[in-house]
T-cell receptor
Framework: QQQVKQSPQSLIVQKGGIPIINCAYENTAFDYFPWYQQFPGKGPALLIAIRPDVSEKKEGRFTISFNKSAKQFSLHIMDSQPGDSATYFCAARANTGTASKLTFGTGTRLQVTL | DTEVTQTPKHLVMGMTNKKSLKCEQHMGHRAMYWYKQKAKKPPELMFVYSYEKLSINESVPSRFSPECPNSSLLNLHLHALQPEDSALYLC????????????FGSGTRLTVV
């Protein structure tokens, strides 16, 4: 129940394209859904995040769409650039009472070609 | 200062060695985390410290021993590791239990030989 399923595993788009990465969850106790970007040899960096009472959030070229009833959320990257080539992780947070736990999806390797 | 600093960046250790990983943040965050990340896999939670007390241990083997000396520092003591423990070890922090934003360090790349 703690799993977060992510797809696709990898994605190749041309510059200017709009890659879409999807995630799904089962645990209704999750209360915060961030997306992280990770470059090789670096730690994950927070891109954008959403709470379940909001259906969409935009920050720059990044948009999260959230469907609470379907327990699904997705990341759209507008006007993608070669510099966006990285691994993207969705995540979900649950409070345990004494601390919070962040559970990651399996990751999507994005390559943006010229 | 909005960073989580981890040292060393790389570590090679033998199976009989004892070593420590260090994590430091000066953002006033009261929750700190250790994650383990294998190649091409997502980070997996190991430990959570909340207000300098161990709150969560995800059934991690005792050869990994965390320590939180103060609210800015988090250590991970390593002893008698196995080659399969080779991974990127990530430290993260957040303001507290109810806060949302996690800040990750760049990690320590650990190789056990």
């Amino acid at each position: 129940q703690q799993q977060v399923k992510q797809s696709p595993q990898s994605l190749i788009v041309q510059k200017g394209g709009i890659p879409i990465i999807n995630c799904a969850y089962e645990n209704t106790a999750f209360d915060y859904f961030p997306w992280y970007q990770q470059f090789p040899g670096k730690g994950p960096a927070l891109l954008i995040a959403i709470r379940p009472d909001v259906s969409e959030k935009k920050e720059g070229r990044f948009t999260i769409s959230f469907n609470k009833s379907a327990k699904q959320f997705s990341l759209h990257i507008m006007d993608s650039q070669p510099g966006d080539s990285a691994t993207y992780f969705c995540a979900a947070r649950a409070n345990t009472g004494t601390a919070s736990k962040l559970t990651f999806g399996t990751g999507t390797r994005l390559q943006v070609t010229l | 200062d909005t960073e989580v600093t981890q040292t060393p960046k790389h570590l090679v250790m033998g199976m009989t060695n004892k070593k420590s990983l260090k994590c430091e943040q000066h953002m006033g965050h009261r929750a700190m985390y250790w994650y383990k990340q294998k190649a091409k896999k997502p980070p997996e939670l190991m430990f959570v410290y909340s207000y300098e007390k161990l709150s969560i241990n995800e059934s991690v083997p005792s050869r990994f021993s965390p320590e939180c000396p103060n609210s800015s520092l988090l250590n991970l003591h390593l002893h008698a590791l196995q080659p399969e423990d080779s991974a990127l070890y990530l430290c993260a922090s957040s303001q507290g239990q109810g806060s949302y934003g996690y800040t990750f360090g760049s990690g320590t790349r650990l190789t056990v030989v």
